[in-house]
Every structure is written in structure tokens, then in C-alpha cells.
């Protein structure tokens, strides 16, 4: 197993889409996998395949996590290992309660229906096998495993850091079965915590190589978010590039909401919400964007265009950024906003919804404080001007008084995310705690 360690603005789609088709190059006969685990991953890195290839060859399959288990390991190989069969997919809402859940599934099975949560645990049986199964199943893997191996010639794996303990196990599996992977991701972006993709760097540490270069940060950002992290995780930036790093103390600022909306930040986030700040959570609904999703849809069925469902995703949320943008940062009406992206929508009723739908999302709820992103919203993004609110949560990691785990991983993000200015706002609260010339004295000495 090979591992690629590549941190924030490291260029990593471009890199794994250069390894892939070096491996085509190689290899045209097995099969090619590349998984990530997200659609707009998945459509990035189809881009840049599409680029070179204009049409990317059948042996090269990108796909999410969740499709590749089920169409690769699940619907293959299950009902030969346990004569088990599944019709149909599903992935609606469960119960958060643990016995509901386990019941939920357990009806879904008996209805031959498989839902995606399980998706995971069932390619672990048939690769790795259950605690107790009779020795005839066990010798059918060995086949079953060896028809696998065959068919494909490397797997790569993009955003590792998000691999989870179960298909931590099916890949060590996999490997010790001689199969060719490689991993790329980053372990100070693991937001879920996890912390395998870190296990997977000791278990295999002649193997792993660093990406130093950033091509995103200004240097004097990546002097600051050097600080936080190990040394053989440190990155540069390979032109030296220029920008700015500021802080300011909530104390010294009237009026922190108008602050934040007169300086035009394209990204303003916190790790969590905190006294006046208020966050949007990453997987809280986003109705404008669900709405575009069903008109953009709409739109290439009209004009006869073959627009694929990640195609679609990645359009749609491009287009709920700007309108939002044109809204609350450009001051304009919803419907000059709308006509400015769309011009004239001719069905009324799609206008109407989506006017509703970039209201709710835009308006303002004065019981809510000061609407910004979390820290786990943006990460992937990278804008030009980015204000960071530092508040008492993240202060321990700041005094490395704690190095590890997820909220030191927000802090590195945090840090990241801006191509030329970036902004620290240290609120009042974490003043109570850790003294302004503390922080001061901190950030002198970090930035010297």
C-alpha cells in the first residue's frame, strides 16, 4: 500500500488524475478504480480525466465510496459467500436511537432492501469474513477474493482521511492479499475524527511520501499553520507568494456583525456556534440548492443535453454561492439576482420556488446572532479574502496545550482556506480565558 500525503492547496486532484492515466498508460487490460467520498470529488477528478482524455476509457471506473462497495464487492460476491440477495437500495432517514436503528435495518434486509449505512459492514464480510463461519465459506473467499484481485490493476483511494475503521480493514485486507493500492489524503483534515488513515501512515511508514508545496496560501499563512502541525507535514509555498495575515479582538470592534458584512469576506467561519455567532451546518438542508438541482435538471431535459447527476450537483451548488453572494454581499433584490443568472425563466412556477427557496436561504432571523460557516462547511474551498473566528474551543490547540484529534484538525483548516487575506477575529470570550496580550505575545512570536 502506498500513501500520498497531501495537505491543503497540494494540488492533489491534479496529481491523482496524472497517476491515474500513468497507470493506464501501464496497463489498458484490468480495471482501474478510483473512489472518493463525495460527488463533487468524484466529478472533479472525472473533469480532469475528461480533459486528457476526451472520453475517459471503460477501464477506469470513479466512483463514491458507497458505489464502489455495492457494484464492485457487494453485488458480485454476497450471495455467493451467504446466499444472501439485495433488489434494491436504499437511504432513508434513521433513527438516531442505536436499537431503533438496528431494528430498521434488520426489517429493510428482510425486505431484500440494503441501506447505504450498511454498505461498508457487508464488503467487510466478504473480504475479511465474519468472527465464526464454517470452513466451506471460508475457502469460497479464497476464490471469491482471487476473482477480485485479478479484475483490477491498482485502486486508488482519494480523501483518505475519511476512510472509517471498517474499510480501514478491508483495505489492510486487500493489501496483504498483494492487491495494488494508493492512498491520498491529508490526516490534519480528518474533521470526523477518525484517526485511521493516521494508524494506516504507522503501519505502513516506508511507504509514505509528503507533499510539501501549497499553491493556495500566501507564505506567511503557511508560517502559521506550519506551527501547529509535525515538521515532516510542513508545507511551503513553492513561489513564495504574497498576501496577509491580521487579527483583531472582538473587544475593539463596535459592532462586530457590521464588521463582517462591510469588509466583503468571501468566507467567514467559526468551529462552532458560539455566544452571538450563529453557524450553518454542513449537512443542514440547503433548499435553494435543491431547488436548482430540479430546474437545472429541468433545463437539460429541455434542450436535450445529457447532464449526468454529479454534473448537475456541482452546477447547482456553484450557482446557490452566487446568488446568495449577489444578495447578501452585492445588496441586490431576489429577482434582480435571479435575472442576472438565469435572465428571463419563462415558467412561473419555477421562478417562484426558487425565489422562495434563495429568500430562506438568504434572510435574516435576528433571534440567530451573526450567520456564518463552519469550519467543516468550507473545507475544500479556497477564496480570496477569509475571516476565521477564534473562539475559546480552539484557544488549548492555539497554546498547544492540546495537539490532537478533530478540533486540531478544524484549527489547520481554518488556517487554510484563504488565497490572499486572511483574518483572525478573537472573540470577547476567549479574552475571559486567555488574556488579548497573551495572544499577542503568541502571535508575534509564531509570526517573527
Given amino acids: 500500500m502506498k500513501i500520498e500525503i497531501a495537505g491543503a ?50 477501464n477506469i471506473r470513479i466512483s463514491t465510496i458507497h458505489s464502489f462497495l455495492y457494484n464492485e464487492i457487494i453485488s458480485p460476491y454476497f450471495y455467493l ?19 431503533y436503528k438496528r431494528c430498521s435495518l434488520k426489517q429493510l434486509e428482510e425486505k431484500g432492501l440494503l441501506h447505504v449505512v450498511s454498505f461498508t459492514e457487508k464488503a467487510k464480510f466478504v473480504v475479511c469474513g465474519k468472527s465464526s463461519e464454517k470452513k ?17 490493476h491498482t485502486l486508488f483511494i482519494d480523501e483518505a482521511q475519511d476512510i472509517d475503521q471498517l474499510f480501514k480493514k478491508i483495505l489492510i485486507e486487500l493489501d496483504s492479499q498483494g492487491s ?25 511508514p516506508n511507504n509514505v511520501d509528503y507533499l510539501a508545496n501549497c499553491h493556495r496560501c500566501a507564505s506567511v499563512h503557511l508560517k502559521l499553520s506550519n506551527y501547529f502541525i509535525s515538521e515532516k507535514e510542513r508545507q511551503i509555498s513553492p513561489t513564495d507568494k504574497l498576501g496577509s495575515l491580521n487579527y483583531y479582538f472582538e473587544s475593539d470592534i463596535d459592532d462586530p456583525n457590521h464588521f463582517i458584512k462591510e469588509q466583503l469576506y468571501d468566507l467567514a467561519y467559526i468551529y462552532q456556534k458560539s455566544g452571538d455567532y ?40 456553484k450557482l446557490s454561492v452566487k446568488l ?17 443568472i438565469f435572465g428571463k425563466i419563462e415558467d412561473k412556477s419555477d421562478y417562484a420556488k426558487l425565489k422562495v427557496a434563495l429568500e430562506m436561504e438568504t434572510s435574516i432571523n ?63 470570550d476567549v479574552e475571559k480565558k486567555y488574556s488579548k496580550e497573551r495572544i499577542i505575545e503568541l502571535m508575534i512570536n509564531i509570526l517573527d
Avoid: M, W
Fill in 136 to 152: 466451506a465459506i471460508r475457502e469460497k473467499r479464497k476464490k471469491v477474493l482471487k476473482l477480485f484481485l485479478n479484475s483490477f
Fill in 366 to 428: 435576528p433571534d440567530q446572532g451573526i450567520l456564518v460557516s463552519s469550519i467543516e462547511r468550507v473545507k475544500g474551498l479556497g477564496k480570496s479574502k477569509c475571516l476565521f473566528i477564534v473562539t475559546p474551543a480552539l484557544l488549548p490547540y492555539f497554546f498547544k496545550e492540546k495537539v490532537d484529534g478533530k478540533v486540531a484538525a478544524c484549527l489547520y483548516v481554518a488556517l487554510t482556506r484563504s488565497e490572499f487575506q486572511l483574518d483572525l477575529l478573537f472573540t470577547k
Fill in 180 to 204: 495494488n493500492i494508493q492512498l491520498i489524503g491529508d490526516p490534519k483534515q480528518d474533521l470526523k475524527g477518525f484517526g485511521t488513515l493516521q494508524d494506516l501512515i504507522e503501519l505502513f
Fill in 81 to 99: 459467500l451467504y446466499g444472501k440477495q439485495y433488489h434494491d437500495v436504499v437511504n432513508i432517514p434513521l433513527s438516531p436511537n442505536p436499537g
Fill in 324 to 340: 446568495q453572494n449577489l444578495v447578501l454581499r452585492n445588496s441586490r433584490s431576489y429577482n434582480e439576482a435571479l435575472n442576472q
Fill in 9 to 58: 492547496g497540494a494540488g492533489k486532484t491534479t496529481n491523482l488524475a496524472q497517476k491515474i492515466i500513468s497507470c493506464y498508460t501501464s496497463e489498458k487490460s484490468k480495471t482501474i478504480y478510483c473512489v472518493s467520498f463525495t460527488n463533487s470529488s468524484v466529478q472533479i477528478i472525472t473533469e480532469k480525466l475528461e480533459t486528457y482524455f476526451g472520453v475517459i476509457p471503460d
Fill in 278 to 317: 450563529s453557524t450553518k451546518k454542513a449537512n443542514e438542508k440547503n433548499y435553494l440548492f435543491e431547488e436548482l438541482k430540479l430546474f437545472i435538471r429541468k433545463l437539460a431535459q429541455i434542450k436535450g443535453k445529457d447532464v449526468d447527476e454529479n454534473q448537475i450537483r456541482l452546477i447547482a451548488s
